[in-house]
């Protein structure tokens, strides 16, 4: 018994170590130095790393760098934003074909703050210009693709996080109007009247079903949007209000027992349905962000997210050479059935789920450590 204690513990001490530093920042550095080249971060058998996954993680190293001042995560970004936007302000891989190619956008967004350098800037008009005839439903909501009529919640991130920066940055404050529109509009059409969101929407009605790392995306949205929205802009009242009722699903549907939150998010004690990694990180960022800022109450949301953080960590593997893996992530398209939604591989290591893993522990390290 002594034996099988003690190697119990020497299995246990790389985590043990970990719990005492920061796990955020050994995940960003980690990952910058097995993906030292961003432009291999994108969609498995994609042709351009301008796209979601790559807007994501640059997401994610923006707010490590705002944290810490550390120049590896701006010399990331950079790095990646060098690589798509030539001397000509030309954005290289950008297609306005469906609105996960928009968030790549950000970070151009970010480095033109930062540099002034006006190639940056032609090329995010340009990108801006995609919107222009990009189709839409007649009550306004973008498909999430010109391929795919259908109004998807995880697209509301992935087009109106640039659109919302775009407006403020580069002086549009008309564009705001967009912003509120597709917020309020997908939550209007996707609300489960509990303040969760399904997954999708098209003429014929909702999805089936609530998947974690798709309402995940909106929740990120909602925590970082009014960075950009002024509080007093027509309507942002509206999306505040779609913010705490959020706030207030997420606390109706935690899974007692680890957590976190599941695959299908409304349903943590149904048959077959497990924690995923990716989406409880989202959900993390928006209820600290919403604490720290005084939109929801401390008491009543902070043991929430502490039993969150804990959960989450608890899906963390390490490798020998000190590489964070994660498990039991998701990433998919629209399904059409509860079966449908957890018979999904439990998959490691997805980039949206680093990204997520980031923003969600960072937020809770910051907190931890004041």
Not at 195 to 201: K, T
Not at 341 to 359: D, K, M, V
């Amino acid at each position: 018994m002594k034996k099988l204690l003690f190697l119990l513990l020497v299995s246990l001490l790389p985590l043990m170590a970990m719990a005492q530093s920061d796990f955020s920042e050994r995940t960003g550095k980690g990952f910058i130095e097995r993906y030292s080249d961003p432009d291999v971060i994108h969609w498995l058998g994609g042709d351009t790393s301008f796209s979601w996954q790559s807007g994501y993680i640059m997401f994610a190293m923006e707010y490590l760098w705002k944290q810490t001042g550390n120049q590896l995560y701006f010399n990331y970004i950079k790095r990646f934003v060098d690589q798509h936007v030539d001397e000509d302000g030309n954005v290289i891989g950008f297609r306005a074909s469906d609105l996960d190619n928009f968030v790549s956008g950000y970070a151009i967004l970010f480095m033109y703050e930062q540099t002034g350098d006006q190639r940056y800037a032609k090329a995010i008009e340009k990108i801006r210009r995609g919107f222009d005839d990009y189709p839409r439903f007649d009550n306004g909501m973008f498909y999430h693709a010109k391929s795919i009529p259908q109004t998807w919640v995880d697209g509301v991130f992935m087009g109106q996080i640039f659109m919302a920066r775009y407006a403020k940055t580069m002086k549009h404050p008309e564009d705001f109007s967009e912003v509120v529109r597709q917020i309020t509009g997908s939550a209007a059409l996707c609300d489960n009247g509990n303040g969760l969101l399904h997954h999708a929407w098209d003429p014929n009605g909702k999805s089936s079903n609530i998947w974690s790392e798709g309402m995940g995306w909106v929740a990120v949205l909602l925590a970082d949007v009014f960075d950009y929205l002024p509080m007093d802009y027509p309507g942002a009242d509206k999306v505040m209000d779609i913010l705490i009722r959020m706030c207030r699903g997420l606390k109706s549907c935690q899974d007692q027992n680890t957590g976190m939150w599941c695959q299908v998010v409304d349903c943590p004690t149904a048959p077959g349905n497990w924690n995923e990694t990716s989406g409880t990180g989202m959900f993390i960022y928006l209820l600290q962000t919403a604490i720290n800022r005084g939109f929801i109450p401390k008491e009543e949301y902070q043991p929430i997210v502490d039993q969150a953080y804990k959960g989450i960590l608890k899906k963390v593997v390490i490798n020998s050479d000190g590489f964070i893996n994660l498990t039991d992530c998701s990433s998919i398209g629209v399904m059409h059935s509860y079966e449908e939604y957890i018979s999904q591989p439990r998959e490691i290591s997805t980039f949206a789920a680093y990204g997520s893993f980031i923003l969600g522990t960072g937020i809770v390290e910051l907190v931890q450590s004041r």
